[in-house]
């Protein structure tokens, strides 16, 4: 058996760090202007609708899921710093293109939906992360290193609201640098942070990344996609077949968890628009603090996780963070009587519009119209053209709160353990493609949950969108509880260790 020397140790957790660095810009990059997407889409194209924006936020999600098993795949044969440099170099080129989407004279909100679902081809980085992680830490390990890496995921998502939130503090007209047409203001600086950032990773993956392996027992292995030759090492081939009833279901629970999560992230800013009367710039101040704590909450989840794990097992904690976010749904359905406040956006020489009880579901004297004030040019209030409106109760902002809380509870307990007992099922084998695969599943929540929710929200409400979540997460219960004994690592499951 070939010891791990005290440098390889130390080169091995360096590298590690640099993943955990990744994720974490890859993180930021999603999330530093989701809470701004709407009002910048509605400010430099008025054609776009709240039906465009699920789709400028899927974007993202497409770009990464078809790139995901494609780095995975360059992964598994090549030396991981190629496909970790070019995606790199693809978000940062693309959050610059984000930066100038305000130039055209037309079709603005396409050039933003391109801008964003680059961003995400570049995302497609995090199966390289997490398979390079898999590979570079024993069995023992890689809880840990998987719960610190959705961590610093998580403080990714923290942070980028966070940055949004004081990158308000320049306004929506800034300051314009007519040398190079950008303007700089809250929706454009944060991006151009981000592409800093990207290269600032470039750099730090060129000085300090370097490819290690180890077995399930911690001992060190020959890379097989290495750019160096490691003949003192241990190569053992891994023996026996993975269990794929078990991969499957972890990939079908992975994308239960991701669609939930982009649905809750998608709706934030619409949704508190609508029942709270806030505008634009309110809902992304006031929403970015929301999230920020939110992620502070997951943070502190990753850190118990780590201990918690050593005692009950992956696979009921996986099991108790579905129940929690199902409650999280739950709370978030509509309650009481009093009615959101009505935005009537076409209102000529102060008369109400034209109609009747008939025509309404309920009856007209009853409707809080949000009449604007004189120096207000915004509308806020919940629109008249979605009929739901004139029906549906309001949700209170304790619910909204309520329900944020549980979901940041509920969220980073399934993401880690569904990495976690999915690595540990692969077993020792190269996981590139097996973990741009989970990706990709992951991704394609991303895609499917905004364009779900924007749609369903749109046209039927909240009580239909949070009451149809609520059904997926139960299924994926009841998923749960049937592949339940099947996952278990690979060296367990073949008596190499004791779980």
Same mark, same amino acid.
């Given at each position: 058996?070939?010891?791990?020397?005290?440098?390889?140790?130390?080169?091995?957790?360096?590298?590690?760090?640099?993943?955990?660095?990744?994720?974490?810009?890859?993180?930021?990059?999603?999330?530093?202007?989701?809470?701004?997407?709407?009002?910048?889409?509605?400010?430099?194209?008025?054609?776009?609708?709240?039906?465009?924006?699920?789709?400028?936020?899927?974007?993202?999600?497409?770009?990464?899921?078809?790139?995901?098993?494609?780095?995975?795949?360059?992964?598994?044969?090549?030396? /991981?710093?190629?496909?970790?440099?070019?995606?790199?170099?693809?978000?940062?080129?693309?959050?610059?293109?984000?930066?100038? $989407?305000?130039?055209?004279?037309?079709?603005?909100?396409?050039?933003?939906?391109?801008?964003?679902?680059? &961003?995400?081809?570049?995302?497609?980085?995090?199966?390289?992360?997490? =398979?390079?992680?898999?590979?570079?830490?024993?069995?023992?390990?890689?809880?840990?290193?998987?719960?610190?890496?959705?961590?610093?995921?998580?403080?990714?998502?923290?942070?980028?609201?966070?940055?949004?939130?004081?990158?308000?503090?320049?306004?929506?007209? *800034?300051?314009?640098?007519?040398?190079?047409?950008?303007?700089?203001?809250?929706?454009?600086?944060?991006?151009?942070?981000?592409?800093?950032?990207?290269?600032?990773?470039?750099?730090?993956?060129?000085?300090?990344?370097?490819?290690? /392996?180890?077995?399930?027992? *911690?001992?060190?292995?020959?890379?097989?996609?290495?750019?160096?030759?490691?003949?003192?090492?241990?190569?053992?081939?891994?023996?026996?077949?993975?269990?794929?009833?078990?991969?499957?279901?972890?990939?079908?629970?992975?994308?239960?968890?991701?669609?939930?999560?982009?649905?809750?992230?998608?709706?934030?800013?619409?949704?508190?628009?609508?029942?709270?009367? #806030?505008?634009?710039?309110?809902?992304?101040?006031?929403?970015?603090?929301?999230? =920020?704590?939110?992620?502070?909450?997951?943070?502190?989840?990753?850190?118990?996780?780590?201990?918690?794990?050593?005692?009950?097992?992956?696979?009921?904690?996986?099991?108790?963070?579905?129940?929690?976010?199902? &409650?999280?749904?739950?709370?978030?359905?509509?309650?009481?009587?009093?009615?959101?406040?009505?935005? #009537?956006?076409?209102?000529?020489?102060? =008369?109400?519009?034209?109609?009747?009880?008939?025509?309404?579901?309920?009856?007209? #004297?009853?409707?809080?119209?949000?009449?604007?004030?004189?120096?207000?040019?915004?509308?806020?209030?919940?629109? $008249?053209?979605?009929?739901?409106?004139?029906?549906?109760?309001?949700?209170?902002?304790?619910?909204?709160?309520?329900?944020?809380?549980?979901?940041?509870?509920?969220?980073?307990?399934?993401?880690?353990?569904?990495?976690?007992?999915?690595?540990?099922?692969?077993?020792?084998?190269?996981?590139?493609?097996?973990?741009?695969?989970?990706?990709?599943?992951?991704?394609?929540?991303?895609?499917?949950?905004?364009?779900?929710?924007?749609?369903?929200?749109?046209?039927?409400?909240?009580? #239909?969108?949070?009451?149809?979540?609520?059904?997926?997460?139960?299924?994926?219960?009841?998923?749960?509880?049937? &592949?339940?004994?099947?996952?278990?690592?690979?060296?367990?499951?073949? *008596?190499?260790?004791?779980?």
């Amino acid at each position: 058996d070939a010891v791990e020397t005290p440098e390889h140790y130390k080169s091995r957790w360096r590298s590690i760090w640099i993943m955990y660095l990744t994720m974490f810009l890859s993180s930021v990059g999603f999330s530093i202007v989701i809470m701004s997407v709407w009002p910048y889409l509605q400010k430099i194209d008025p054609t776009a609708d709240a039906s465009f924006l699920g789709w400028i936020i899927a974007s993202y999600s497409i770009g990464q899921m078809v790139a995901s098993p494609l780095f995975g795949l360059w992964s598994n044969y090549r030396p /991981r710093r190629e496909p970790l440099v070019v995606s790199t170099a693809i978000s940062v080129a693309a959050n610059c293109l984000y930066a100038y $989407v305000h130039v055209p004279h037309s079709h603005n909100k396409y050039y933003m939906l391109t801008a964003r679902a680059l &961003v995400g081809f570049g995302a497609g980085n995090v199966a390289v992360v997490r =398979s390079y992680i898999a590979g570079a830490t024993s069995l023992t390990e890689r809880t840990s290193a998987m719960a610190n890496t959705s961590a610093c995921q998580a403080v990714g998502f923290i942070l980028g609201p966070v940055f949004q939130t004081c990158f308000t503090l320049i306004g929506e007209e *800034g300051v314009t640098w007519n040398l190079v047409h950008l303007e700089l203001n809250m929706y454009t600086v944060p991006v151009l942070f981000g592409a800093l950032l990207g290269v600032i990773n470039i750099i730090l993956i060129f000085a300090i990344f370097r490819e290690h /392996r180890v077995d399930d027992l *911690g001992r060190q292995c020959k890379s097989i996609n290495s750019d160096r030759e490691e003949n003192d090492v241990l190569d053992q081939e891994a023996e026996g077949n993975i269990d794929h009833v078990a991969v499957v279901a972890l990939n079908f629970l992975f994308f239960v968890i991701l669609f939930v999560f982009a649905v809750f992230e998608t709706i934030a800013t619409p949704l508190t628009m609508d029942m709270y009367s #806030w505008t634009r710039k309110e809902a992304v101040f006031y929403n970015g603090i929301i999230l =920020s704590v939110v992620g502070i909450e997951s943070v502190i989840v990753f850190m118990v996780v780590k201990m918690l794990s050593k005692r009950t097992g992956e696979r009921a904690i996986l099991h108790g963070g579905l129940l929690i976010v199902l &409650v999280g749904f739950f709370i978030l359905l509509p309650w009481g009587k009093k009615l959101p406040n009505i935005q #009537w956006q076409e209102i000529k020489n102060n =008369s109400i519009p034209r109609t009747t009880p008939t025509e309404t579901l309920m009856p007209f #004297w009853s409707l809080q119209a949000t009449w604007l004030p004189s120096n207000q040019t915004e509308p806020v209030g919940c629109p $008249v053209t979605q009929s739901w409106c004139r029906n549906t109760p309001l949700i209170y902002l304790a619910q909204y709160l309520s329900s944020d809380v549980l979901i940041g509870l509920g969220y980073p307990v399934c993401n880690v353990m569904s990495y976690t007992l999915y690595s540990k099922i692969l077993g020792p084998k190269p996981q590139g493609v097996y973990m741009g695969w989970l990706t990709a599943s992951g991704s394609g929540a991303r895609i499917l949950g905004p364009v779900f929710v924007s749609q369903v929200y749109t046209h039927l409400g909240p009580r #239909w969108a949070f009451s149809l979540i609520c059904g997926v997460v139960v299924l994926s219960l009841l998923v749960l509880e049937i &592949v339940y004994k099947r996952l278990i690592a690979f060296s367990v499951r073949y *008596g190499r260790m004791q779980e």
